[in-house]
């Protein structure tokens, strides 16, 4: 084992003056290389292929399942005509004391 004492699996807290000091880790930085080509190529992006789903056995017909004006219906949300006033005082009630 080593000449350090270990508490908990790292090493005890720095102190100065009784206070605990933080200590910031470091980076390690990697030895790893791209080459040339690896860096000036172009991203390769593969072609999309289409996907075929089917619920409970029904093609997916995307759009045409849910129309836009049926979703639309969900998403529009009436707003109130008529805005609900909070009183802005508290609500002091008389309680006895023990």
């Known amino acids: ?41 172009p991203l390769k992006i593969p072609q999309p292929t289409e996907k075929t789903v089917s619920i409970s056995g029904a093609p997916v017909r995307g759009n045409q399942d849910f129309p836009a004006q049926a979703i639309q219906s969900f998403h529009q949300k009436p707003q109130p005509s008529h805005e609900l006033q909070h009183t802005t005082r508290a609500n002091i009630i008389q309680q006895p004391k023990k």
Do not use: Y
């Open 1 to 41: 084992m080593s000449d350090k004492e270990l508490k908990a699996g790292h090493p005890p807290a720095v102190k100065a003056g009784g206070m605990r000091i933080t200590q910031h880790k470091t980076t390690k930085t990697s030895d790893v290389k791209l080459n040339d080509e690896e860096i000036n190529n």
